[in-house]
């Protein structure tokens, strides 16, 4: 028998880079999964291929699905506006209406198909505290629909849902990236596209926040 | 305030028909919903379409997501064979995994966004006794991770999961077809694509037992 597989969910973001490499440290053979699900730049899906080739994934599957034809976020309709001003407390008009619940979904499929005991995400409730499926919660019940849901569960142990960020802040995942060796330099965070980030949308406040608090470096591009 | 709104799975077959049939004799404004998941034919999708029509949908999305790339499916991939080390019992080949996993999820992020207090689904759990995604124990554990991971779920009731067919025989849902008048004879059942259904697979001999039994006449065109 080989070494175990894990799928993980890379979004070419921060947090999910982290995951997936502390899914590699764990021993983890990496089938790394990628939803292009319509978001407004493909920026990110530049990062997650790099991320995954940097990671030596044996597998990076990315999957389509054109969230934006469901609508409600200003992540995937370009008729709303991504927020700029700051984070304001309560469901940011950039949550995608139940996308981890969708993400997963997937992962828990793909999983199933290559026999994966493991799906990682990066999914954060400390500073995502707005998105409903970030929240603990929501992973536990997740996890078991996806035992019920699927013949891995009937059959063996089931696919596990591993959300190993998920209380941690941003500053703390920053340090573990570092220790751990995550490739964060490869990692996009911008709500923008384009070959600097803006410095200015929430997701870029926040990554700014976690380096800071921290104490590391940087090493993207910014405009400001 | 209008009436309210239920998103109804259709993949074009008999069972989603009668399901969605229900919610519109429920007094639901219809939000239908077919995904495109790279099944062998495109047959069904037709159905799909013809049955939203008839059933006065608000709209028919059809959201299209390529599940042959994750394979694992004789539904979705050709090359696949019954593997060597033997198919476990009671779990057939034409398994997609965890296909109603990610059905209900795409359909609960239509609800959110549309403002939809229920999902129907025709998931079934006596015929497709060998399908892990049909129990009873998983709709009602992803009911509670919908509800859990949606903003809907946070600031008013949330989505309800309905599967209205769940305890149902073939024969007693051709009964409930025939009394609440659901466009049967628009639907198709057949693993095969082509004009006339098969007759032979294991979905078109479900679909005549279930007519014979419920002692109603199938209207679509067979070979045999």
């Known amino acids: 028998m080989g070494r175990q597989k894990a799928v993980v969910l890379l979004s070419g973001g921060l947090d999910s880079c982290v995951s997936a490499t502390l899914a590699k440290s764990e021993g983890f053979d990496i089938f790394a999964l990628t939803i292009d699900y319509g ?3 493909k920026r990110e899906l530049r990062s997650a291929s790099a991320v995954a080739k940097s990671l030596g994934a044996k597998k990076h599957l990315v999957m389509k699905i054109d969230m934006a034809k469901i609508g409600g976020s200003a992540l995937t309709d370009k008729k709303l506006r991504v927020p700029k001003s700051g984070v304001k407390p309560g469901i940011p008009i950039t949550y995608v209406p139940a996308r981890n619940l969708v993400f997963l979904s997937i992962a828990v499929s793909y999983a199933e198909a290559v026999g994966a005991a493991r799906v990682y995400i990066g999914a954060n409730s ?21 035992r019920l849901g699927t013949k891995a569960g009937v059959e063996v142990r089931g696919v596990r849902i591993i959300a190993p960020l998920q209380n941690l802040s941003k500053g703390d995942i920053v ?11 490869l990692t996009w965070s911008c709500y923008e596209g384009g070959e600097r980030a803006c410095g200015k949308c929430d997701s870029c406040r926040l990554r700014l926040k976690g380096f800071e608090q921290a104490g590391a470096i940087d090493k993207i591009k910014y405009k400001i």
């Open 39 to 41: 978001q407004r730049h």
């Open 126 to 146: 400390v500073d995502y505290s707005g998105y409903p499926d970030c929240r603990p919660e929501f992973i536990r019940a997740f996890s078991r629909a996806a």
């Open 175 to 185: 340090r573990l990236g570092a220790k751990s060796g995550a490739p964060m330099h």
